[in-house]
């Protein structure tokens, strides 16, 4: 059974972005200082310019559940919001190439960081698989073709919901969505989380016990 998550060059990749983003925690003090002095809520844009040097990666354990989902749904493609230096995308992509189709389509707001993400993908191979749309999410998805079969939400947390409502109109009936860090942003996704919880809105969602907390919706 291929799986290129086994791949040396891969793995030793991951390894060092992972070790790489320890540092991160002194990126988001800062951030965090910013937005409580800051008279008016950060945009979007200076909150990326702040943590322009913070890779705010997935969990190892959440990007293996990543590459099992899509494994087992088989997208014909996946949208990923918040794509930072691009570790969850070598997860996505893993995982579509070894399905033998499909595209991965990441947005990432800081071209900085779409620069970086796509050289590591270049360097696990998986350039072929994967492009990043570099510039606001909103704009880059807006008429996104059918059929999304997967959704990795993982920038913005006030953007989840809007993200999340452009896609619907190009997802396919059992489009898996991934939100990420529900736990520990429970607060700011309440919106977003009473959303793909109330059955009129058209998903099943339940919590998932995985990193800081996800939420796993099928779009019904």
Do not use: H
């Not at 890779?55 to 559940?65: C, D, K, R, T």
């Not at 947005?107 to 270049?122: D, F, G, I, M, Y």
């Not at 909103?138 to 059929?147: F, R």
């Amino acid at each position: 059974m291929v799986n290129s998550l086994a791949e040396p060059g891969i793995r030793a990749l991951l390894d060092r972005l992972f070790t790489a983003a320890e540092d991160d925690e002194q990126a988001i003090a800062r951030l965090m200082e910013r937005e409580r002095a800051a008279p008016v809520p950060l945009t979007s844009r200076e909150r990326t310019e702040l943590m322009e040097d913070a890779y705010l990666p997935v969990e190892p354990q959440s990007g293996e559940l990543l590459y099992s989902l899509v494994r087992a749904c088989r997208p014909a493609t996946v949208v990923e919001f918040g794509t930072s230096f691009g570790i969850s995308t070598i997860y996505l992509a893993a995982a579509v190439r070894d399905n033998g189709a499909g595209q991965v389509l990441g947005t990432e707001l800081s071209a900085v960081k779409a620069r970086q993400a796509r050289a590591n993908l270049a360097e696990a191979g998986l350039s072929g698989v994967a492009e990043i749309a570099e510039g606001d999410a909103l704009d880059s998805l807006a008429g996104i073709p059918a059929p999304v079969g997967f959704v990795l939400l993982d920038g913005w947390k006030d953007l989840y919901l809007p993200v999340l409502r452009l896609l619907e109109p190009a997802m396919a009936p059992g489009t898996l969505i991934f939100a990420d860090d529900t736990g520990r942003f429970a607060d700011q996704l309440a919106g977003y989380l009473a959303y793909v919880r109330d059955p009129a809105s058209g998903y099943v969602s339940t919590s998932f016990p995985v990193g800081d907390g996800a939420e796993l919706s099928c779009r019904a």
